[in-house]
């Protein structure tokens, strides 16, 4: 079999070349890291998973008319992509406090936010991913006004359309994090969301117990990762056959 040409590794995925002009292939990882790689282990099956709900989301958020770089999924662990330009910047949303929210700003976890609240965090790895305001964004032209504007709408719708979605599921949707890319078609070239959307990047709170169903389990050595990971994909009605998936043993036929 030919090797395929890595174009980037990061913390939790792999982008190989794509099989088509214009596409790449998303690779997620079993690995995790939390504090900016400080914090690091293999939590078997998540890679799995995570390929399956960003699947699920992204083509939710498409249905809406939302754009994003996702093609289809290829395999178990594998999604095939549009190439775009990533934009340097984390957009994280808050409907709810927590996290580095609730440190920086003295606010007790779980307090609901008087409306929803939008940050943004340059991409930078060196810098440990700083926050920074729209004029920095703009002044050191990581975007543009016109992209801001079209991050900012792309982002709000959702967010309204997720918080729905997963409160369907009995969670709730506290915050998250998107990324958006330049997508050049022709000379023409558009905003559409990129990345993945997964139990990494968002947290997910039950709707009665608060149990947390997302990374924090890991970041906060509570355990179960896998098992909360499972349990989102269930109640999106998308379970996978097996998280182990590919050494699944054999299956007694009745
Ligand atoms: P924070 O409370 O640590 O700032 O995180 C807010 C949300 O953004 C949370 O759902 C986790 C997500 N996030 C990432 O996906 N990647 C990151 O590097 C950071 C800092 C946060």
Redesign the pocket.
């Known amino acids: 079999m030919k090797r395929r040409r890595v174009i980037y590794e990061g913390k939790a995925k792999i982008l190989y070349e794509g099989t088509e002009p214009g596409t790449v292939i998303q690779y997620f990882k079993d690995d995790a890291t939390a504090g900016?790689g400080a914090k690091k282990d293999t939590i078997e099956g998540k890679g799995v998973l995570n390929n399956r709900i960003s699947e699920y989301l992204m083509t939710q958020l498409q249905g809406i008319g939302v754009p994003t770089h996702f093609v289809r999924r290829l395999n178990m662990r594998e999604q095939l992509i549009k190439e775009v330009e990533i934009i340097p910047l984390?957009v994280?949303?808050?409907n709810v406090a927590?996290?580095?929210?609730?440190?920086r700003l003295g606010i007790e976890e779980g307090t609901a936010l008087p409306r929803s609240i939008i940050?943004y965090?340059y991409k930078n790895d060196g810098l440990q991913?700083p926050w920074v305001s729209e004029e920095h964004i703009t002044a050191f032209g990581w975007a543009s006004p016109q992209d801001l504007d079209d991050i900012v709408n792309l982002t709000i719708r959702v967010n309204d359309f997720l918080s729905g979605l997963f409160l369907g599921a009995g969670i709730k949707l506290?915050?998250?994090?998107l990324e958006f890319g330049r997508l050049w078609e022709n000379d023409y070239m558009r905003i559409v969301l990129a990345d993945e959307i997964s139990p990494?990047?968002?947290?997910l709170w039950d709707v009665t117990t608060n149990e947390k169903l997302?990374?924090?389990r890991f970041?906060r050595d509570m355990g179960g990762v896998v098992e909360a990971y499972s349990e989102v994909a269930k109640r999106l009605g998308i379970m996978p056959e097996s998280v182990q998936g590919e050494n699944k043993g054999p299956v007694l036929v009745q």
Do not use: H, L, P
Not at 98 to 103: D, E, N, R, T
């Open positions: 900016n984390e994280v949303v808050r927590a996290g580095s929210m609730s440190k940050e965090y991913d506290v915050d998250f994090k990494d990047n968002c947290r997302d990374k924090d970041r």
